[in-house]
């Protein structure tokens, strides 16, 4: 069973209104519904689609880490700037606020367990999970969540390759090496591709650790300076190879001129606008099954840009899984 988990709270979403019943002037705040995952399970006809946000209270990974706190918040602060966002996707999908999980008494582990039940129930339901971090130990959680293993590809945007042993226990900075012993253990291919890796920011042995381990990956210089096609040929090239794809964002592969409000800064960081060219196009293959993004830390925010920016990603990708996924 989910412990940990929190039923929608419906009074964050509030905003302008414009029209109450014309939906082409709705807002988010007006067309999500709430979905408490204890008592109420959804159906949808088969010409729609559905997207459920789901919360990850915790920063304890980030804790452990070593990083700085405050992502705990992030949930709250990026459901506020998804409010206001226009509905430009056909009434054939629905948004569903389905609560949140939380961490308690430090215990990382049972906060996992409990987002990856709530993972897989949203699935099973038919909807698109986007669960809203939460430190980047979120992963682990959708990624256990996700039924089909056999044939997925995590993509990750990140500054870190996250690959660290943890034999003194987890933390926000080994999940994918606790996903690729999953994967070896469970005999399932580690299809791990990183977009945004910053030389400073990852050791020599990690950047080895990756190599064995076969991940792929783009360097941040290499995307901020270069022209994109060969970038964009090799992640292609990734993607055909899986039936189907997990998209994750730390939100520290961009710039802190974009996002200061992170548990690591990043001076030399991505240009959102450059990230998006690729988000968009992993959402072009209709592939992705689930996503998250993570390490929004309001406490170290501007003006809510970091949580702005989140949101921004947010609506592209729930744009795209509406073009995608509607017959219209």
């Not at 990850?56 to 966002?85: H, T």
């Not at 060219?277 to 809510?304: C, G, L, W």
Request: hydrophobic share 40%; with cysteine; charged share 20%.
């Amino acid at each position: 069973s989910m412990i940990n988990y929190t039923k929608p709270n419906m009074d964050i979403w509030t905003g302008r209104i414009d029209d109450d019943k014309n939906y082409n002037a709705f807002r988010w705040h007006q067309w999500v519904k709430p979905l408490n995952m204890m008592d109420e399970t959804i159906s949808l006809d088969s010409n729609q689609a559905g997207v459920a946000f789901i919360g990850f209270l915790s920063d304890e990974g980030v804790r452990r880490n070593l990083g700085r706190l405050g992502a705990v918040n992030g949930p709250k602060s990026i459901r506020k700037e998804l409010c206001n966002l226009p509905c430009s996707f056909s009434s054939n999908l629905k948004l569903f606020d389905a609560g949140d999980i939380y961490c308690e008494d430090n215990d990382l582990e049972t906060a996992q367990k409990s987002l990856s039940l709530a993972v897989s129930k949203i699935m099973d339901m038919g909807l698109f999970p986007l669960v809203l971090g939460g430190g980047h130990e979120v992963a682990l959680g959708t990624y256990m969540g996700i039924k089909t293993k056999t044939n997925l590809g995590i993509i990750n945007f990140d500054a870190h390759f996250d690959i660290r042993p943890y034999k003194n226990g987890a933390s926000s900075g080994t999940m994918f090496r606790q996903i690729a012993d999953y994967c070896k253990l469970n005999e399932l291919p580690f299809n791990y591709y990183c977009i945004g890796i910053q030389k400073r920011g990852n050791t020599v042995e990690l950047f080895n650790t990756a190599d064995a381990l076969g991940i792929e990956y783009l360097l941040a210089k290499d995307i901020e300076e270069g022209a994109l096609e060969d970038a964009f040929a090799s992640l292609d090239n990734f993607i055909e190879k899986q039936e189907s794809i997990y998209v994750t964002i730390c939100s520290d592969v961009f710039s802190s001129a974009f996002a200061p409000g992170v548990s690591a800064v990043q001076p030399l960081g991505l240009h959102p606008s450059r990230v998006l060219k690729f988000f968009d196009r992993i959402f072009t293959h209709k592939k992705v099954i689930a996503m998250d993004i993570a390490e929004v830390s309001p406490r170290y925010d501007q003006d809510n840009i970091t949580s702005n920016l989140a949101a921004t990603f947010i609506f592209a990708a729930v744009n795209s899984i509406a073009s995608n996924n509607i017959k219209l």
